[in-house]
């Protein structure tokens, strides 16, 4: 029995049986089983969800890992340990194999570079200038609110409070006119996310968002844990999910914890010590929630998230996707603040009106 057949006998025996019943037995057979041909050899309506498993199973990539476990049988272990001596055959193949390694994340590095530069630039375009220029004069009593995060998996332990690098001032913020500043303000966008982590990460989640945070610094990224299913006071929910057993089957389980219908953002978390090939990664058109899925890399041995090209990338997929849904916040508040000054002076005949205006953009969460 092959070992694609036998991994969907684990799942469904009779599955197994019936595959056999149709003569496809060898791996390469397995794989060439498209969607429509699992439908006609499984066409009950009771099967969609077995027929998504087995579409799963015959279309994962197999392990480098095992694939060089199959080598090695073929090869003595004295026969690999000559060929790797300073004069052996394979000596210069690794040389080669590490300088290819160097070349590509080299590339990576450079890419990631100019992508994250020009992303930059089109997601933060230039405020329009008012009539007149502002200048904010801050309460000196700023303090720096903690978001607390605790997962709802039973296989999630506690995690410590999260500090987001976003500012709330306590009580009101006054902007005062300037005749000597020609230019507005700096225009920032805020959003709003829900958490949702289904496994234990090491805290490579939070280390994820905490560089999401650091590298937008006009994004006012607000995360948080929704346990009201009607509470929709967000725009984006994100979806940690460790790969335990397989990652067709853990995304399935993790989107399970989704409720409602607003746009989600899949992190498929790979434990691993080091970056690999993401060849295995599919888009999601299963499930029309999901706007954006990444791939990281994390390992409690190297403290959670890894430093790879892997995980940047991720960061900078993700910052773009969230500028998508954010919200200006500037133009939000001078609004209001224009408002609240009308009212403020009709209270006071002797408060300039044109002079003051107060910031109402934020608020705790």
Not at 280 to 299: A, E, G, S
Not at 346 to 363: E, H, I, L, P, Q
Request: charged content about 25%; hydrophobic content about 30%.
């Amino acid at each position: 029995m092959s070992r694609l057949l036998k991994e969907i006998k684990k799942v469904n025996a009779d599955a197994a049986r019936t595959l056999e019943g149709a003569d496809l037995r060898t791996d390469p057979e397995l794989q060439s089983l498209t969607r429509d041909d699992l439908r006609d050899l499984f066409p009950q309506v009771g099967k969609f969800k077995l027929r998504r498993q087995i579409f799963d199973i015959i279309h994962t990539q197999k392990p480098i890992d095992f694939l060089l476990q199959d080598m090695r049988s073929f090869v003595p272990e004295q026969s690999l340990r000559a060929a790797l001596t300073e004069n052996g055959v394979l000596a210069d193949y690794l040389k080669v194999l590490k300088d290819t390694k160097t070349q590509l994340n080299s590339v990576r590095t450079f890419l990631d570079a100019h992508i994250d530069l020009l992303e930059g630039i089109s997601a933060n375009p230039p405020a329009p200038e008012p009539h007149g220029g502002f200048q904010a004069s801050h309460p000196p009593n700023y303090q720096t609110e903690s978001f607390q995060r605790t997962s709802t998996s039973p296989t999630c332990g506690p995690v410590d409070s999260y500090k987001a690098n976003t500012f709330y001032p306590q009580g009101d913020v006054s902007l005062t006119r300037s005749p000597s500043q020609s230019s507005g303000f700096q225009q920032q966008s805020q959003v709003k996310c829900r958490m949702v982590v289904t496994g234990k990460t090491f805290n490579a989640d939070l280390q994820l968002l905490e560089k999401v945070r650091s590298n937008s610094p006009n994004l006012d990224l607000v995360c948080h844990n929704v346990e009201d299913p009607s509470d929709q006071d967000y725009q984006v929910t994100i979806v940690f999910c460790p790969i335990i057993s397989r990652i067709g089957t853990d995304v399935e389980a993790a989107m399970r914890n989704v409720t409602g219908d607003k746009p989600v953002i899949l992190v498929i978390m790979e434990h691993k010590p080091e970056a690999t090939s993401m060849s295995h990664m599919r888009t999601w058109h299963d499930d029309p929630k999901i706007v954006l899925h990444v791939c990281i890399f994390y390992h409690e041995t190297k403290h959670g998230l890894l430093q790879c090209p892997q995980n940047t990338e991720a960061v900078s997929r993700i910052q773009g996707k969230l500028l998508e849904y954010s919200i200006k916040i500037n133009q939000y508040t001078h609004r209001n603040s224009q408002e609240r000054t009308r009212k403020t002076s009709s209270k006071d005949s002797n408060a300039d009106s044109s002079g003051v205006m107060t910031w109402f953009g934020f608020r705790k969460t």
